[in-house]
């Protein structure tokens, strides 16, 4: 069964407006979670990392201010997009990584965001 | 130069062919090394897993890692119209919580 539940699948919103999506991981407890964004036929790009109960770490050229990451608990991670435009519209991922034996990651399975 | 290198492709091959599918990397501190699928609209899904160099196989599935050459393969066998979709390689410099370094994917195409 799924090991991550990223919520909504797909959404539309009105440009100015903000857009919250979840990601939850099921079964397991993570401490850090990823957010990742893909343009279309692109790879996915690492947007930020969001840790538990800390502030997420932003990757180079992501505005924090623009999306705003909270983990709130070690099975929820939200990321928020604030005054969306047009050029937000993509392909919104997040994935969970659990320590052991290897690094394995597991995916949510997305949320496609329209800005019309 | 990018981290991590992979042909877009599109790649089209007919059923039952061998598919090869092929990164190269530039940081030699990179150890675990993956293969993604992503079906259209989907999130990736993990194919295979791998430490190190190698070979690694599951099913029609094989996963080839050469360290001295930084360049890293994955192998379809009996390739099945199921099978298209985008493959993308992840590098990761050490286990734990890191982040993956992602191919830009490989579109693949198998036509019946």
């Given at each position: 069964?799924?090991?991550v539940?990223?919520h909504?699948s797909w959404?539309i919103c009105?440009?100015?407006t903000?857009v ?8 397991f407890?993570a401490?850090t979670?990823?957010?990742y964004?893909?343009?279309?036929k692109q ?6 990392t969001?840790?538990?109960g800390?502030?997420?770490t ?9 999306f705003?990451?909270?983990?709130a608990?070690?099975?929820?991670s939200?990321?928020?997009v604030?005054s969306a435009h047009?050029e937000?519209?993509?392909f ?5 990584q659990?320590?052991?034996t290897n690094?394995?990651?597991f ?10 | 130069?990018k981290?991590?290198e ?10 039952g ?5 092929n990164?190269?990397?530039s940081?030699?501190?990179f150890q675990y ?6 079906y259209?609209?989907k999130?990736p899904?993990l194919?295979m897993y791998t430490?190190s160099?190698g070979?690694k ?12 050459s ?5 192998f379809?066998r009996?390739?099945q119209p199921?099978d298209s979709?985008t493959?993308l ?5 050490s ?7 992602f191919?830009?994917?490989?579109r693949l195409?198998?036509h019946p």
């Amino acid at each position: 069964g799924a090991v991550v539940s990223q919520h909504p699948s797909w959404v539309i919103c009105k440009s100015g407006t903000s857009v919250k999506i979840e990601c939850r991981s099921l079964d397991f407890q993570a401490t850090t979670m990823f957010w990742y964004r893909q343009f279309p036929k692109q790879s996915l790009m690492l947007m930020a990392t969001s840790n538990e109960g800390s502030k997420a770490t932003y990757e180079q050229g992501v505005e924090k201010d623009k999306f705003l990451i909270n983990h709130a608990s070690l099975t929820l991670s939200t990321l928020t997009v604030t005054s969306a435009h047009p050029e937000d519209s993509s392909f919104y991922i997040c994935s969970v990584q659990f320590t052991g034996t290897n690094t394995e990651a597991f995916f949510g399975q997305g949320t496609r965001l329209t800005v019309v | 130069q990018k981290e991590v290198e992979q042909d877009p492709g599109p790649l089209s091959v007919p059923e039952g062919a061998i598919v090869s599918l092929n990164c190269t990397y530039s940081n030699s501190a990179f150890q675990y090394f993956m293969w993604y699928r992503q079906y259209s609209r989907k999130g990736p899904e993990l194919l295979m897993y791998t430490y190190s160099s190698g070979n690694k196989e599951d099913g029609r599935f094989t996963a080839q890692v050469d360290k001295s050459s930084k360049y890293i393969s994955l192998f379809i066998r009996d390739s099945q119209p199921s099978d298209s979709a985008t493959y993308l390689c992840a590098i990761s410099p050490s286990g734990g919580y890191n982040k993956l370094i992602f191919g830009a994917g490989t579109r693949l195409a198998v036509h019946p």
